[in-house]
């Protein structure tokens, strides 16, 4: 096989030569594995050469086109037969009637058995596989050492980011209203992410920020924040949700209130003066003779006070508590230290702490990500009442409906502003579209009846003026640049070979709480089956992932029992999934790991099912926006072909266009679904029952979910 490789090698570098020079060695590598495949089917004129690898020539820029790609794909299985590693295909003639090639013989002669066949194998040596295995090490320590330079960016990042307190004068400038940004360009590691874009943010407006996964809202969220774009104001105070607080000794509320730096000096300083004040009177009380100056202290106290009073210094607690409490803290989570929430938790608590400072310009990435319906309501409240600018990015368009006044669309490295909500943008956006298709329809008609006009004419002499003309308009016209659309999204989730008969899974007065802790469910009693569509839906903490967990047999009940039928195969999706990903790999190489022994062509084929084709199966996966890592995440879950799929919030991180794909994929998949989300859109398009999760009990909810958050709004 070594032998072969290094053959196949050299093929692949006599045809492709210089082409191969900006291309990254893991895409050769497997261009070349690819090939050496001894069970690889070249085809006619390389037709298997192009289906295989094709669309990975033309990502990484190896051909021009298509036409070039089936040239060199050609010459690439041309040079293979050269080399003689295509295996000859025996000719097979069809025969006009069965033979039966032993009549006449004796019944001993006409069977003779057939010796079986000779199997060569090439046999590594000791020395290869150490070679193969140092390699193996080698490239490891490679990713592993890019990874861990693309951490020490990210810290370095984040660590020279603007220090952001309440600020109650306005101190550093005038105030700041609206924000000109005017030519500027956003670059991360080499590439454009956009490119010459103006946009003017005004005072008061709430932006969207919508694109696909990967075309690079958080870089640009970043850039605002760390005033990296020209034309931000210096005094402008800009604050990036985006790192969850550090978890130590400092009560939830006390995280909050600590954002009020001068309220926590003022009150330090009072209490320093007071106790002053404490000590001249016990000196003057004892006789003694006080060192310190009684009326400058008594004076200096006034001035603190007069201060706290004009800063609201008392309403501050009630205010950060109204915030927490919002976000659903009760009073004794509000009281507990940052370092007893999990990370969800404290990324609320950093939310908090933005709303709490009302920065001049605020910027949320997913902010409903870790939030119940009940959190996601409010929010929505405080922020359409919201006084100053922010913009805000998320997958849920109906949150997005309700809190945003402007969109701004990232796309094709261009940021265009539409006014309106989310809905409004996408009707502008299909009616633009429509318009832009028919001014192209229309602009290359004219341009080619002139062009006709001049290529029948051009050596007519008498109507060489016409012609003339006819050049100069067809100059004068211009072209109307091409509609560029974003390829389509899918998630096919594949259907299982086999069908389990009923019951599938079923929950007989089965109870549950964790050791040392309180029954969180007591007898329940339902069923899932290849046709149930549900949601979950319930407030954070209550249980739900713990139910998930009793369904897909990774806690057992402390009574009763969960029945799950031996043939069913589950797939559970959750954020764990997600942070469990190997990020220094590839996605195609973390596939080869999670399933050793399949075909890479089947694992590329699975991931394209999920949009991770071409070139992005071969990025090292901290690279890949969040959106794109959780569809690695479905891509794993979902190789084995499983009868009920179990999702935690699986539109997280997902763009728009992607929870569209999502809701299609899971209307057509041919089993059963059980999804927790918060997400109206989501759940109105792939389910049709709901289940209300409170007080220990799964009881299904008679209603729709916009019946559902208006219960919540009333409550």
């Known amino acids: 096989m070594v032998e072969v490789a290094s053959v196949a090698s050299t093929a692949v570098h006599e045809v492709l030569g210089n082409r191969l020079a900006e291309v990254d060695e893991p895409i050769v590598d497997y261009f070349i594995n690819v090939l050496a495949d001894e069970d690889f089917d070249f085809g006619l004129d390389g037709a298997g050469v192009f289906d295989a690898i094709g669309d990975l020539l033309l990502d990484a820029g190896c051909v021009d086109d298509s036409s070039d790609c089936r040239s060199v794909c050609k010459k690439l299985s041309d040079k293979f037969g050269t080399h003689g590693l295509i295996k000859p295909k025996q000719a097979v003639r069809s025969l006009a009637a069965p033979v039966r090639m032993y009549d006449g013989l004796d019944e001993e002669e006409a069977a003779p058995k057939k010796p079986p066949p000779e199997v060569f194998e090439t046999v590594l040596s000791e020395r290869d596989k150490q070679k193969i295995e140092r390699r193996k090490r080698k490239e490891e320590r490679a990713r592993e050492a890019d990874y861990q330079l693309h951490l020490a960016h990210m810290e370095e990042l984040r660590a020279g980011m603007p220090a952001v307190f309440v600020n109650h004068d306005g101190t550093g400038g005038p105030a700041v209203r609206d924000i000109h940004l005017e030519n500027f360009s956003v670059t991360v590691?080499?590439?454009?992410?956009?490119?010459?874009?103006?946009?003017?943010?005004?005072?008061?407006?709430?932006?969207?920020?919508?694109?696909?996964?990967?075309?690079?809202?958080?870089?640009?969220?970043?850039?605002?924040?760390?005033?990296?774009?020209?034309?931000?104001?210096?005094?402008?105070?800009?604050?990036?949700?985006?790192?969850?607080?550090?978890?130590?000794?400092?009560?939830?509320?006390?995280?909050?209130?600590?954002?009020?730096?001068?309220?926590?000096?003022?009150?330090?300083?009072?209490?320093?003066?007071?106790?002053?004040?404490?000590?001249?009177?016990?000196?003057?009380?004892?006789?003694?003779?006080?060192?310190?100056?009684?009326?400058?202290?008594?004076?200096?106290?006034?001035?603190?006070?007069?201060?706290?009073?004009?800063?609201?210094?008392?309403?501050?607690?009630?205010?950060?508590?109204?915030?927490?409490?919002?976000?659903?803290?009760?009073?004794?989570?509000?009281?507990?230290?940052?370092?007893?929430?999990?990370?969800?938790?404290?990324?609320?608590?950093?939310?908090?702490?933005?709303?709490?400072?009302?920065?001049?310009l605020l910027l949320l990435d997913e902010p409903t990500n870790h939030l119940d319906l009940h959190a996601v309501l409010w929010l929505e409240n405080y922020l359409t009442k919201w006084p100053k600018t922010f913009i805000v990015v998320s997958h849920a368009r109906d949150f997005l409906n309700t809190v945003v006044t402007d969109v701004l669309h990232l796309h094709n490295q261009k940021l265009t502003s539409y006014k309106g909500d989310y809905d409004t943008f996408e009707r502008s956006r299909n009616e633009q579209m429509k318009n832009q298709q028919k001014a192209l329809e229309a602009n290359e008609r004219s341009r080619a009846h002139m062009q006709d006009f001049i290529d029948k004419f051009r050596y007519n002499a008498k109507r060489a003026s016409l012609v003339q003309s006819r050049i100069k308009a067809l100059d004068r016209l211009g072209f109307v640049d091409e509609i560029v659309n974003d390829p389509d999204y899918k998630f096919d989730f594949p259907t299982p070979d086999d069908r389990p008969g009923p019951p599938i899974i079923s929950f007989n007065d089965a109870s549950f709480g964790y050791p040392g802790g309180p029954l969180l469910f007591k007898n329940l009693n339902f069923g899932i089956d290849l046709d149930s569509r549900v949601a979950m839906v319930g407030p954070n903490g209550i249980g739900k992932s713990t139910i998930l967990k009793l369904i897909s047999g990774e806690l057992q009940p402390t009574s009763g029992t969960v029945f799950r039928s031996s043939k069913v195969r589950m797939a559970v999706f959750s954020q764990h999934h997600v942070d469990g990903l190997d990020l220094s790999s590839n996605?195609?190489?973390?596939?080869?790991?999670?399933?050793?022994?399949?075909?890479?062509?089947?694992?590329?084929?699975?991931?394209?099912?999920?949009?991770?084709?071409?070139?992005?199966?071969?990025?090292?996966?901290?690279?890949?926006?969040?959106?794109?890592?959780?569809?690695?995440?479905?891509?794993?879950?979902?190789?084995?072909?499983?009868?009920?799929?179990?999702?935690?919030?699986?539109?997280?991180?997902?763009?728009?266009?992607?929870?569209?794909?999502l809701i299609q994929g899971l209307v057509l998949f041919q089993g059963g679904v059980l999804i927790v989300s918060h997400d109206e859109h989501l759940i109105t398009g792939s389910v049709d029952e709901l289940w209300a999760v409170s007080e220990g009990r799964v009881t299904p909810f008679s209603g729709t979910f916009a019946d559902y958050k208006k219960m919540l709004k009333s409550a």
């Open 189 to 360: 590691g080499g590439r454009d992410l956009i490119q010459d874009a103006s946009i003017t943010l005004s005072f008061g407006r709430h932006y969207g920020l919508v694109g696909r996964n990967g075309t690079g809202k958080t870089s640009f969220l970043r850039a605002m924040a760390m005033h990296g774009i020209a034309g931000i104001p210096k005094n402008c105070q800009i604050l990036h949700v985006e790192q969850e607080v550090v978890g130590d000794d400092t009560m939830a509320v006390q995280c909050v209130l600590n954002a009020d730096v001068e309220r926590i000096q003022l009150l330090e300083e009072e209490s320093n003066l007071i106790a002053q004040q404490r000590d001249i009177e016990f000196e003057e009380e004892s006789g003694k003779t006080s060192s310190k100056d009684k009326d400058a202290i008594s004076n200096r106290l006034q001035e603190v006070y007069k201060r706290l009073e004009f800063i609201d210094a008392d309403s501050a607690d009630a205010r950060a508590s109204s915030i927490l409490a919002g976000l659903s803290f009760t009073q004794e989570m509000m009281r507990k230290p940052t370092r007893a929430f999990s990370g969800g938790w404290r990324m609320r608590i950093a939310l908090a702490r933005a709303l709490f400072i009302e920065p001049d």
């Open 587 to 661: 996605p195609l190489l973390y596939m080869m790991r999670c399933f050793p022994g399949v075909p890479d062509q089947k694992l590329r084929a699975h991931l394209g099912s999920f949009g991770v084709t071409g070139s992005l199966a071969l990025q090292p996966m901290y690279t890949l926006s969040g959106g794109q890592k959780s569809r690695v995440a479905f891509a794993k879950i979902t190789f084995k072909k499983p009868h009920i799929i179990l999702l935690d919030e699986p539109s997280n991180h997902l763009d728009l266009d992607a929870v569209e794909a």
